[in-house]
């Protein structure tokens, strides 16, 4: 009974910043990880931040010095700061958890919140 849901998406101008909030059903410390997934049309869908339950967090190349996830535990939320867009981060942005259980990956996934940059 995992259930992930992404707000904060929209339309921009390349330079521009948006929000991005997943909020889940549950505490966040049951997950291994959150991340932000985003997928284009035509391309695999690619993890752009992911943290930890211990807090580490790590980026995408193409995301670095322009992206920051962050948690806030006390409302089950993860956040996606993104600055900087530019037209190639547009994409649907999905929220992602996993856990173990029992020697097995579960990932749960939200509904996707479109973002789309222009020029």
């Known amino acids: 009974q995992v259930q992930l849901v992404e707000s904060g998406g929209g339309l921009v101008q390349a330079g521009g910043s948006l929000r991005l909030s997943c909020t889940a059903s549950?505490?966040?410390?049951?997950?291994?990880?959150m991340g932000w997934y985003r997928q284009a049309p035509g391309k695999q869908r690619e993890l752009v931040a992911g943290?930890?339950?211990?807090?580490?967090?790590k980026y995408t190349d193409s995301v670095k010095g322009r992206f920051t996830i962050s948690r806030d535990i006390a409302k089950n939320t993860v956040n996606l700061q993104m600055n900087s867009l530019k037209p190639e981060d547009t994409a649907v942005y999905y929220c992602?958890?996993?856990?173990?259980?029992?020697?097995?990956?579960?990932?749960?996934w939200g509904q996707g919140t479109q973002v789309t940059v222009s020029s």
């Open positions: 992602n958890a996993d856990r173990m259980v029992a020697g097995l990956l579960h990932d749960y």
């Open positions: 943290i930890t339950s211990g807090g580490s967090t």
């Open positions: 549950g505490s966040i410390f049951s997950f291994n990880a």
